[in-house]
C-alpha cells in the first residue's frame, strides 16, 4: 500500500471556525491531490500541486486553501468552515511522468455544526 | 457539462454471475485515460483497472476487465464471477490534462452501487 496518511481521520467543528486537513506521504511523489466526496457526487477536485510551492485550483475551490511546504506534506485549510463543506475529503498522490493511477488516503470525516 | 457519466445508481447481481458496470464519458483530447476504482463500505478508494487511449487491447486485471468502445465513448466494467466482497461503490474516472505544471487530474463519476446477493 502507498503510505498516505491523513490526520485528523475525523473532525466535528462550528461554523466559522478555521480548520486544517494535513496529508502525509511518504512515496516522495510529485504530485498531490485534495477531493471532497459528497452524496450523488463522487468525487470533486479542491485543490492540486505539482511540487513544491506549486498549486492550483480544481473545480470546487472556493472556501478552501492548500499549502505546500516540503514533498510530503499538503495542507487543506478551511478558513471559516461552513455546514456545505461538510464532506468526506480524500487526499491522493501520483508520481510523475507516466503515472497510471492515483493512489488514495484514508479519508477524513468533517462535520460542521 | 459532464464529462464521465455513470447511468446506473444502483446494480444488482447474483453471487458467481457476471456484471457490467457502465460508464461513457466526453473528451476531445486525442491522449486520455480511463480508470475505475472500487470503494467498499470501509471508505478506502481501491484502483482496480487503466485503460489508455491508444491501447490496442480491452484492459484486463484478474476477474475485472474494461469493454472499451471508443467510438461509443464508452468504458464499461465487467466484472466476472461475483462475489459478495465485490458489494461496494464502483467510480469510473478519466485522466486530465491540466494546463498548469503538465499535471494531470482525475475526473470522477458519480459512482454506482453494486449489490452481490448470495
Known amino acids: 500500500d502507498a503510505g498516505i496518511t491523513q490526520s485528523p481521520r475525523h473532525k466535528v467543528t462550528e461554523t466559522g471556525t478555521p480548520v486544517t486537513l494535513r496529508c502525509h506521504q511518504t512515496e516522495n511523489h510529485r504530485y498531490m491531490y485534495w477531493y471532497r466526496q459528497d452524496p450523488g457526487h463522487g468525487l470533486r477536485l479542491i485543490h492540486y500541486?505539482?511540487?513544491?510551492?506549486?498549486?492550483d485550483k480544481g473545480e470546487v475551490s472556493d472556501g478552501y486553501s492548500v499549502s505546500r511546504s516540503k514533498t510530503e506534506d499538503f495542507l487543506l485549510t478551511l478558513e471559516s468552515a461552513t455546514s456545505s463543506q461538510t464532506s468526506v475529503y480524500f487526499c491522493a498522490i501520483s508520481s510523475s511522468p507516466g503515472w497510471l493511477e492515483q493512489y488514495f488516503g484514508p479519508g477524513t470525516r468533517l462535520t460542521v455544526t | 457539462a459532464q464529462k464521465i457519466t455513470q447511468t446506473q445508481p444502483g446494480m444488482f447481481v447474483q453471487e458467481k454471475e457476471a456484471v457490467t458496470l457502465d460508464c461513457t464519458y466526453d473528451?476531445?483530447?486525442?491522449?486520455?485515460?480511463l480508470f475505475w476504482y472500487k470503494q467498499p463500505s470501509s471508505g478506502e478508494m481501491i484502483f482496480l483497472i487503466y485503460?489508455?487511449?491508444?491501447?490496442?487491447q480491452n484492459a484486463t486485471e484478474g476477474r475485472y476487465s474494461l469493454n472499451f468502445q471508443k467510438a461509443r465513448k464508452s468504458a464499461n466494467l465487467v466484472i466476472s464471477a461475483s462475489q459478495l466482497g465485490d458489494s461496494a461503490m464502483y467510480f469510473c474516472?478519466?485522466?486530465?490534462?491540466?494546463?498548469?505544471?503538465?499535471?494531470?487530474?482525475?475526473?470522477f463519476g458519480k459512482g454506482t452501487k453494486l449489490t452481490v446477493n448470495p
Open positions: 500541486s505539482y511540487g513544491v510551492k506549486d498549486t
Open positions: 474516472a478519466m485522466r486530465e490534462l491540466s494546463s498548469q505544471g503538465g499535471s494531470e487530474k482525475l475526473v
Open positions: 485503460q489508455g487511449s491508444y491501447d490496442q
Open positions: 473528451t476531445s483530447d486525442p491522449s486520455y485515460g
